[in-house]
């Protein structure tokens, strides 16, 4: 059964500084591996989708790679900024059209 | 493109009523949606995924008499809550995948409704 795993749960970080938030996944037999970024009491917003045979994605100030050997994920954020602040969630795919499976997500605060 | 539409954003009710949310796939058509529960500080869980013209497949301990799900046309998907309890009380989102022809090839969203049961 797949796992979905992200560290740290929280992370508060000052205005500017770079940043690494963290998925593992126990199974590496996926599809794809997609972040999503969520606010408060609201849906969640796309941010990379990375295929299982792709290592890396980049958008911006962000940058997700892949390692599917050894079933991690990572999310770099350059620069940050107060309006990066929100809760990150990376999910799996294990088969097109097939479900997500997510991780418990990692709540980000970056102060002014 | 590849918006999903949710609603309502927000929903009051009386324990023992039923509330019906609406996730609508505007610019694709959506053979599959999925319906996730969200309660606070923790990640989303599958309830259910909703197949147009089929019967829903629900996920183990998801009380399908309890969520019913309807997906009628390739465009929309319901779910109703039945005799809603306070513990019912959550974040319900609903989600789609526009197909890999879509730019992105992931899973689009809806933005969420928040359910309150009182």
């Known amino acids: 059964k797949q796992e979905v795993t992200q560290i740290p749960a929280a992370l508060s970080v000052p205005e500017g500084e770079n940043l690494v938030l963290n998925c593992s996944f126990t199974?590496?037999?996926?599809?794809?591996l997609q972040w999503f970024r969520q606010d408060p009491g609201k849906g969640l917003t796309s941010l990379l989708l990375i295929q299982s045979s792709q290592r890396e994605q980049t958008s911006g100030r962000l940058n997700a790679s892949l390692d599917k050997s050894s079933g991690r994920s990572t999310l770099y954020i350059a620069a940050s900024q107060p309006g990066d602040s929100a809760t990150y969630l990376c999910?799996?795919?294990?088969?097109?059209?097939?479900?997500?499976?997510f991780g418990q997500g990692t709540e980000l605060s970056v102060k002014p | 493109g590849a918006v999903v539409s949710q609603h309502p954003s927000w929903v009051i009710c009386k324990s023992g009523t039923s509330v019906k949310i609406e996730c609508r796939s505007l610019?694709?058509?959506?053979?599959?949606m999925f319906w996730y529960r969200q309660f606070p500080k923790q990640s989303l869980m599958l309830m259910a995924t909703?197949?147009?013209?089929?019967?829903?497949?629900?996920e183990q301990g998801v009380e399908k008499d309890k969520f019913l799900i309807n997906h009628a046309s390739l465009t929309l998907s319901t779910l109703t809550v039945t005799s809603a309890h306070p513990e019912d009380s959550s974040f319900y989102i609903c989600?789609?995948?526009?197909?890999?022809?879509?730019?992105?090839?992931?899973?689009?969203f809806g933005s969420g409704t928040r359910l309150t049961v009182v």
């Open positions: 999910a799996v795919r294990q088969n097109q059209g097939g479900k997500l499976i």
């Open positions: 610019d694709f058509q959506a053979t599959t």
């Open positions: 989600s789609a995948f526009p197909g890999q022809g879509i730019k992105n090839g992931g899973y689009t």
């Open positions: 909703s197949n147009e013209g089929s019967k829903a497949t629900y």
């Open positions: 199974d590496s037999a996926i599809y794809n």
